[in-house]
């Protein structure tokens, strides 16, 4: 096991460190290993080394980034936010019900 990697003793899932996480991305992204084979370097389930990719595959701009120079440009940014919006909303409404839920116990 890694130094970064934290796992809780006994029976259940893993958790990892989000510094673990994108330590993960980095190695698929700069190895150009399959998600499988990163996986298996790892100790990971290839699902979970995907959903990773996803999350913190790509950079987010800084804030004081420029605007895109062409409406095509814009429209295309305007697409990734929305899809960034749409999956951090998802994200946070099952963070609600699991906290309502875990409330109720």
């Given at each position: ?15 990892y ?9 980095d ?17 990971l389930?290839?699902w979970?080394v ?9 950079v ?5 980034a ?5 409406p ?12 960034e ?17 875990l409330?109720?116990?």
């Amino acid at each position: 096991m890694r130094p970064e990697q934290i796992k809780p003793e006994g029976p259940g899932r893993g958790k990892y460190t989000e510094e673990f996480k994108r330590s993960v991305v980095d190695h698929l992204l700069s190895s150009g290993k399959s998600a499988k084979q990163v996986a298996q370097d790892f100790g990971l389930n290839h699902w979970t080394v995907r959903e990773w990719r996803s999350r913190y595959g790509s950079v987010a701009k800084p804030p004081d980034a420029p605007m895109p120079a062409t409406p095509e440009a814009m429209k295309q940014e305007i697409a990734q936010l929305r899809k960034e919006l749409a999956r951090v909303t998802l994200q946070r409404d099952i963070l609600k019900k699991t906290m309502g839920i875990l409330s109720e116990a």
